[in-house]
């Protein structure tokens, strides 16, 4: 549809999972995806993908807690570009399952370090250009590990939970700037992430026998990556432009069941 025409949208972990989605659709949407993920290897598949799909990319490998590497990136995209429209912060690791009792401070700062402080930094690095253009997007990946939790991954739904709370404050900060700041808490998604001890959580019987047979997920279906991909989508195009501080539940109604 060309929503998204001669965009430039930086996406966080796009090699795979969520950001692969993303990514692929914000191209087929016009946009010029900027691919950020710190496996070269992966990048470059996606890339491809774009390329057979008639789009263009860029690609940028680095661990999004190196901020000198972001920083260099996000300077030479604007330098390139003149502009960014576009930060879609989805990069985040699910450390081992572990309870408080069992679980280490460095698994914990890890988890912080890349599923919430570079969601800051990286917002940090495009605001100011985003302020200077009057205008553009920045959008969080949550889950609704954010506010209601599975248990086992303290560190993570810390992270995603802040994320909520840190989309409204952005929000009102940025307004007068007019960028909008918006947040996906997508429910179980079929992804790399969703494998737990090497066992993809959704395949399992106790899995389908619950949230998927019992319809305790109601649309009675484990999520795609492209259920997410069309909601960020909808959130930087000029179909959203009086919606801030907002997280959409991309979940197929499991938070509304008991």
């Known amino acids: 549809m060309g929503l998204l025409n001669g965009q430039i949208c930086i996406v966080t972990g796009a090699g795979q999972g969520l950001g692969r989605a993303i990514a692929l659709e ?8 900027a691919l950020v993920d710190r496996n070269p290897e992966t990048l470059a598949h996606v890339a491809q993908e774009i ?8 690609q940028h490998s680095f661990d999004v807690t190196d901020y000198d ?5 996000v300077a030479d995209l604007h330098e390139r570009h003149g502009r960014i429209d576009t930060l879609v912060n989805n990069a985040g690791i699910n450390p081992a399952t572990r309870s408080i009792l069992d679980d280490t401070l460095e698994e914990w700062r890890r988890t912080i370090s890349i599923n919430l402080e ?3 930094m990286g917002s940090k690095l495009v605001a100011p250009i985003m302020a200077t253009q009057n205008g553009g997007r920045i959008i969080h990946i ?5 506010f209601a939790s599975s248990g086992l991954c303290g560190s993570y739904n810390a992270a995603k939970g802040a994320l909520i709370a840190y989309t ?9 700037y007019n960028i909008l700041v918006n947040a996906v808490a997508p429910g179980f998604m079929v992804t790399p992430m969703s494998v737990v001890n090497g066992v993809d959580e959704t395949t399992t019987p106790e899995f389908i026998d619950w949230y998927i047979d019992k319809r305790k997920i ?9 259920d997410v991909a069309g909601t960020v989508v909808f959130l930087a195009s000029n179909y959203c432009r009086y919606m ?7 979940d197929g109604g499991l938070m509304s069941t008991f």
């Open 168 to 176: 409204k404050s952005m929000a009102v900060e940025l307004a007068p």
């Open 118 to 120: 570079a969601v800051y």
């Open 218 to 226: 109601p649309l009675g279906r484990s999520g795609q990556p492209e």
């Open 51 to 58: 390329a057979r799909g008639g789009g263009s990319c860029t």
């Open 26 to 33: 914000l191209s087929r949407e016009g946009a010029i995806p």
């Open 69 to 73: 590497a972001y920083a260099r990136t």
């Open 142 to 146: 949550s889950s609704i590990q954010g």
């Open 244 to 250: 801030t501080g907002q997280l959409l539940v991309v």
